[in-house]
């Protein structure tokens, strides 16, 4: 626990204060205007830019036009709620009068990660609609901002929840979402200006940077009364996205600004609390120099340590290198999920202790596996060791590919690692969901998808590096000659990769072909996992047919000659299929099996293993490579993806049989239906039957379970008997309703049997099917009793809502894991009508 630190925190505001940008030029109104001196304050190892890299495979192409065709469409569709928001706040502003804009945090954000999506699908392919579409709804952000740079809807317009915002701008930024929403909003303009070359979005974002310094680090009259706020945010990406200002603007304040915000963490502030206002959950216990540990909020601390990384490559700042060097062994070492998911516990979407990795209640937020590709990718410019891309390909692959239905429209907040096809941990849903009310995830998902071919080759003055494998074609200036490059391969479902190397002259240079972990000794770096099966196949490379020996550094084998026009370069990287274990300390995983095969990780699931729960069955040992099959499969929305089968078991009755299991890639799972789900299979009977018990309550182990008033025709006991109806308005179906009385509150208590840990509670609404009578309600809440007999409010996690959605669960959270003895939902319907409850679910912590 940090301590007040009044005295540092004092030398530091002086500190940030004084450095201010020496030498920096301004403008009439004040404004840095000095470019940076080099671009040499960067990484060494550069990346080529996607638009640079022309896809050609059959595996990432067909996701990227998914992606411009349904995905980037889709989620500005359910951004539109932002865009009108930000057209009533510009009408709040220049006082045209209207509606003002409903309450929310964070939902602008949604918006502008869509955006940069679609600015990169403008950086490759002219699209006029859209880009007036585009260029509208910049129009209306613009119109949204105040003059001084300040762009805050809820604020703005008055309209701000004092608990979760503040009572004035900047004074609850810790939670408030303020520079993390514009953060996003600097890295949406960014990516058009550069798609477009229109920098009026840009003017937006520099204005609101410039304000931001202004605040924060000088004092602003109009803000915390003068005096500088001085406070690092809640949640960051202002620190990625003022590196990125920096590097398309050249001004060194943009920089500046980046190193006093990662300066301050943990030193001039420090929240005393539990949960969302712990210390640790935003990684502000101690400062970031002095870090060793992943803790907190996970997508908050992958932000975070991808700012450190470029800020350290930019400022030769080697005390963030080593800060986030000990960071990345204990993710790698104690706290990644095999499938590269972060953030295991659910009560704070974060990081739990050492070897705290469970399967089925488990966390795993897309945006953590996405932002543990920024941060891995970093690491790998910033170290030029391959290991920290292994890190980054396994969680693009598995988990945040996951993230993402084939068909590019449907989505996952949460990724377990096991599903019993009963209740899936998703936010309370049934499989995917077409959106959430916090959109995070899909939206980040629209930016990340379009920037894949980026990650696949970099360069120095006399090295090529080819990371990600897949058939592309890209050309790389080296001195005065080009260096046009041509890879075919179907990776990653084969690890053949051919390159075809045309310099256009003679040109020596160093070729460096990353060796995955997976080839080797383990299926991804640290310590939690390795291969229990034995398996060896040795990887081999050739130079125009000609067997090429090359030790592996740094997870590079390198081929240094001088190249000529013509010459052909074929790696092969053996995909058998592998059996995995994981360290002991990891108790979910005793007497487990995981199967991968190249870079990606396998489950069973329903849909190929006939009906019933996949948890049925069990897998002894590893099994022969002469006794498994690899097959593609012919049809349906999983058409090309490889299937595998392995020896098993099954549970029969009181005993069991041999069996075949099926498994297809993690990221393809839920794509053909809600069913059962499983990553480490167990290796006996006892725990195959362990695991056919679903983690829900069932309706024997509830206590007395009443309702302030039952309708005559309906049961009280139908909404835990785990019936779920196809929609909200489903007749077929007992249910509860307040029939027949309107207008009057209802309440509904389940006893538990003994003390437990609530992690969620989700509630099914009920409907008729006119809509005449009984309607979703306006309004509902939790409440709880923990032994003492006196009912108490549950206060929600931050990011949660009461939801009143039809057609699907509606979950919350508690701040975190509730001790309790008993709940009570408390619920208000539409004035003039009743309301009714299909089903609720209840999660607990084991």
Known sequence: MCKKKSLMAFLVLFMVVMQGCPGNDQNENGEQTQKADKAANDYS???????????????WLPRLETQAEVTVPFALEKTERAVENLRRCGNFVHGRGGEKPFTHRFVSSDLYK?????????????????????????????????????????HICGVANEREMGKTPYSWVVHSHELYNLGHMYEGAIAYYQATGKDKWLQVAEKSAQHFNKVFFEGDKNYNDGKPVNQAPGHQEIELALCKLYR?????????????????????????????????????????????????????????????????????????????GKIWHNIVDTKMHITGGLGAVPGIEGFGPEYDLPNKVTYDETCSAVANVFFNFRMYLLHKDAKYFDVAEVSLLNNSLAGMSISGDKFFYVNPLEADGIMMFNHGKGGRSPWYDCACCPSNLARLMPQISGYMYANTDDEIYLTLYGSSQTDIVMGSNNIAIKQVSDYPFDGKITLNIDPSADQ????????????????????????????????????????????????????????????????????????????DKIKANHNRLAITRGPLVYCAEEADNDTGMVQRFF????????????????????????????PGKEIAGDSSKDASVKLVPYYAWNNRGDASMIVWMPRNAQLA?????????????????LASHTWKEDDIAAITDGNWPKVSA???????????????????????PEIRKLASVSVYWYEDATGEKVKLPREWWVEYKNGDGEWKRMTKYITDFYGLKKDTFNMVRPEQPLTCDAIRIRVLPQVEFCMGIHEIELSFEE
Request: hydrophobic share 35%.
């Open 619 to 646: 897998v002894p040992a590893p099994a022969n490579q002469d006794d498994v099959n690899i097959e593609m499969i012919s049809d349906g929305v999983l058409k090309g993806v490889p299937r595998l089968t392995v």
């Open 114 to 154: 869509v955006m940069e999506g679609a600015a990169y699908i403008l950086t490759v392919e002219d699209d006029p609609e859209l880009e007036k579409q585009m260029d509208d709804i910049i129009d209306i952000i613009a119109d949204a901002q105040q003059e001084d740079g300040y762009l805050y809807v809820s």
């Open 45 to 59: 190892l550069k990346p080529m830019s996607f638009e640079k890299v022309k896809l050609q495979d059959s595996f």
């Open 508 to 583: 020596e240079f160093a070729l460096k072909l990353r060796i995955p972990s997976w080839v080797q000794q383990q299926f991804v770096p640290g310590q939690l996992y390795e291969y229990a099966d034995g398996v060896k196949e040795n990887w081999t490379l050739t130079v125009n047919g000609k067997e090429v020996a090359s030790d592996v550094e740094k997870g590079f084998a390198t081929v240094n000659r001088t190249w000529e026009k013509g010459d052909v370069v074929e790696l092969n990287l053996p995909m058998p299929i592998r059996y995995n274990v994981s360290s």
């Open 689 to 705: 039957t362990e695991g056919m018990k679903s983690n829900l309550l069932n309706k024997s182990q509830y206590g007395e379970i």
């Open 248 to 324: 398309v603007t050249g001004k060194q304040l943009y920089l500046d600004m980046a190193k006093k915000f990662l300066d301050i963490r943990g030193v001039t502030y420090c929240p005393e609390g539990e949960g969302t206002m712990s210390p640790e959950y935003a990684q502000q216990h101690k400062p970031v120099r002095q870090q060793e540990r992943a803790v907190g909020h996970a997508v908050r601390a992958a932000y975070l340590y991808a700012g450190m990384a470029d800020v350290s490559a930019m400022t030769n700042d080697e005390e963030l290198a080593t800060a986030l």
């Open 730 to 752: 489903d007749q077929s179906l007992t249910r509860w309703t307040s029939l027949p009385y309107k207008n009057r509150r209802g309440d509904i208590s389940i006893d538990f």
